[in-house]
């Protein structure tokens, strides 16, 4: 089943119309659902029911957007609606088919370029759903934008919703984390080669093992010009950890306006503090493509844990796995 999902987002890649039809909508969610049974088997134990306001918070303030119209009619009697639009990598539809289901089918898909993905929700019901389902359980500067959509939604259709205040609980309690780390969260593997001493090399170098987790997030979010490092500072907090800081370039290839040139980043190798984070997704877990990185490199922790690393077999098979994470994962290709 993974070969025919990932056949279809290929297959999607492949098609030059700006909106997704629902034919293909529907054949992806069939799939991903089939692939990830347990998801509507195991829905209780999981508690991904209760926690989906959670998740959506934690991905609309890592990977959404908010737009905001002047109320009133355009030049061309045209009313004008908010919406909220969530922008992801195009092998992630089938995480945003099975959302959409959870959200009463509303929404459309949009594919831009060859690899952009993105989800639309502009009807005034499925804008009053968000709302409902993330309320208070903003922890970023978004959650001013929030309350701006409440103001708004007030005003327009006499709504008497009221602002949502800061979640400030601990991350590790609910599935907010998981959304925020689905949108800018690394799990990575870094092999280093054994070298032998040379006459350009002064001491030989030993072959070793490492991998880690990465959260990065710019210094200040674009749509409020407001500060991200309280968020930051408390998930570093949570997670037993430093926050660090540096100086990046706008990547302009990706058609934003640009990140902030100061980023924020969590960066973790401790096992110790990195068995945290395991035991974490595996009681909230990924729902994205992210979902199989983490769970090749849980499987590379406990091989560490173990020291399986340290034997000629599980090097190999640690570098096989690591060979398919992240942007070395492969596709099936349609011919």
């Given at each position: 089943?993974?070969?025919?999902?990932?056949?279809?987002?290929?297959?999607?890649?492949?098609?030059?119309?700006?909106?997704?039809?629902?034919?293909?909508?529907?054949?992806?969610?069939?799939?991903?659902?089939?692939?990830n049974?347990?998801?509507?088997?195991?829905?209780?134990?999981?508690?991904?029911?209760?926690?989906?306001?959670y998740y959506?918070?934690?991905?609309?303030?890592?990977?959404?957007?908010?737009?905001l119209?002047?109320?009133?009619?355009?030049?061309?009697?045209?009313?004008?609606?908010?919406?909220?639009?969530?922008?992801?990598?195009?092998?992630?539809?089938?995480?945003?088919?099975?959302?959409?289901?959870?959200?009463?089918?509303?929404?459309?898909?949009?594919?831009?370029?060859?690899?952009?993905?993105?989800?639309?929700?502009?009807?005034?019901?499925?804008?009053?759903?968000?709302?409902?389902?993330?309320?208070?359980?903003?922890?970023?500067?978004k959650?001013?934008?929030?309350?701006?959509?409440?103001?708004?939604?007030?005003?327009?259709?006499?709504?008497?919703?009221?602002?949502?205040?800061?979640?400030e609980?601990?991350?590790?309690?609910?599935?907010?984390f998981?959304?925020?780390?689905?949108?800018d969260?690394?799990?990575g593997v870094?092999?280093?080669?054994?070298?032998?001493k040379?006459?350009?090399?002064k001491?030989?170098?030993?072959?070793?093992?490492?991998?880690?987790?990465?959260?990065d997030?710019?210094?200040?979010?674009?749509?409020?010009?407001?500060?991200?490092?309280?968020?930051?500072?408390?998930?570093?907090?949570?997670?037993s950890?430093?926050?660090?800081?540096?100086?990046?370039?706008?990547?302009k290839?990706?058609?934003?306006?640009?990140?902030?040139?100061?980023?924020?980043?969590?960066?973790?190798?401790a096992?110790?503090?990195?068995?945290?984070?395991?035991?974490?997704?595996?009681?909230?877990?990924?729902?994205?493509?992210?979902?199989?990185?983490?769970?090749?490199?849980?499987?590379?922790?406990?091989?560490?844990?173990?020291?399986?690393?340290?034997?000629?077999?599980?090097?190999?098979?640690?570098?096989?796995?690591r060979?398919?994470?992240?942007?070395?994962?492969k596709?099936?290709?349609?011919?």
């Amino acid at each position: 089943t993974t070969n025919l999902l990932i056949s279809y987002l290929n297959l999607i890649c492949r098609i030059r119309y700006i909106v997704i039809h629902k034919e293909i909508i529907d054949k992806v969610y069939q799939l991903f659902v089939k692939e990830n049974i347990y998801l509507t088997r195991d829905n209780e134990s999981l508690g991904f029911d209760d926690q989906l306001g959670y998740y959506l918070a934690g991905l609309i303030e890592g990977d959404g957007h908010i737009f905001l119209p002047s109320i009133g009619k355009t030049k061309l009697n045209r009313i004008l609606n908010p919406s909220i639009v969530f922008t992801s990598h195009i092998n992630n539809i089938g995480m945003y088919t099975y959302l959409q289901s959870k959200l009463g089918n509303t929404g459309r898909f949009q594919k831009i370029g060859n690899n952009i993905l993105r989800y639309i929700i502009g009807d005034i019901k499925g804008i009053k759903l968000i709302i409902r389902l993330v309320h208070g359980k903003f922890r970023t500067a978004k959650n001013i934008r929030l309350n701006q959509l409440i103001k708004f939604m007030n005003e327009k259709y006499n709504l008497n919703i009221p602002d949502s205040p800061l979640d400030e609980s601990n991350i590790l309690n609910n599935s907010w984390f998981s959304g925020f780390v689905e949108a800018d969260g690394h799990f990575g593997v870094k092999i280093v080669k054994a070298l032998p001493k040379s006459e350009t090399r002064k001491r030989s170098r030993s072959y070793s093992i490492k991998i880690l987790f990465r959260l990065d997030q710019r210094a200040q979010d674009l749509s409020t010009n407001s500060s991200m490092y309280p968020v930051m500072e408390s998930i570093s907090k949570y997670l037993s950890t430093r926050l660090g800081k540096l100086k990046r370039l706008e990547n302009k290839s990706l058609n934003t306006k640009g990140r902030s040139k100061t980023v924020l980043y969590i960066y973790i190798t401790a096992p110790e503090k990195l068995k945290i984070l395991i035991e974490y997704f595996n009681k909230y877990p990924l729902l994205g493509t992210k979902s199989k990185d983490y769970k090749d490199w849980e499987k590379i922790y406990y091989m560490i844990v173990s020291k399986e690393h340290l034997t000629g077999s599980g090097r190999l098979k640690i570098e096989s796995l690591r060979s398919n994470m992240n942007s070395l994962r492969k596709f099936a290709s349609i011919t």
